[in-house]
């Protein structure tokens, strides 16, 4: 049974800072713990990556899965959808990033995937494997963001 997660994070950097960083998928394993390696398969006439293969620490094993990203609601918005999977049947979700109110250039991001593995799962390693899951999308992402020089 597929699950779904939702949760939110103010960052301290506008929405174009935050999507960059997002859309730089070649350096995710730089900042985002389990991965292990990001290579963008194919890129869109402005350079981005469209389709994206991944390799990732997943519950004491390693897997692969590729993903296909949509910009359409670029830069507030970033989709994907899963390609193929070796151990996933469902790894879809988005980013959506909001200009903070009240908050002088910050981002609220908001970030939901669904995931649905092919084996069963028990619950308590399901859950211990989307906390990381999260730590990754949420609290690295913050960290990778504020900690970046600002462009001049």
Do not use: C
Not at 60 to 87: C, F, H, I
């Amino acid at each position: 049974m597929a699950e779904q997660a939702t949760e939110t994070i103010t960052i301290a950097a506008p929405v174009q800072r935050v999507f960059e960083t997002l859309i730089d998928f070649e350096s995710y394993p730089e900042w985002a713990g389990d991965l292990k390696a990001a290579h963008v398969v194919e890129r869109d006439g402005d350079g981005r990556g469209v389709e994206v293969e991944y390799r990732a620490a997943a519950m004491g094993r390693s897997t692969s899965y590729r993903l296909r990203y949509d910009y359409e609601g670029a830069p507030n918005r970033l989709t994907w959808t899963l390609v193929e999977g070796d151990l996933e049947s469902e790894l879809d979700g988005f980013y959506q990033l909001n200009t903070s109110p009240g908050e002088d250039g910050s981002t609220d991001v908001i970030w939901q995937t669904v995931i649905d593995l092919m084996v069963p799962i028990p619950g308590f390693i399901k859950r211990r494997a989307e906390s990381r899951i999260i730590k990754a999308a949420l609290d690295q992402l913050k960290q990778r963001v504020e900690s970046a020089v600002a462009p001049d």
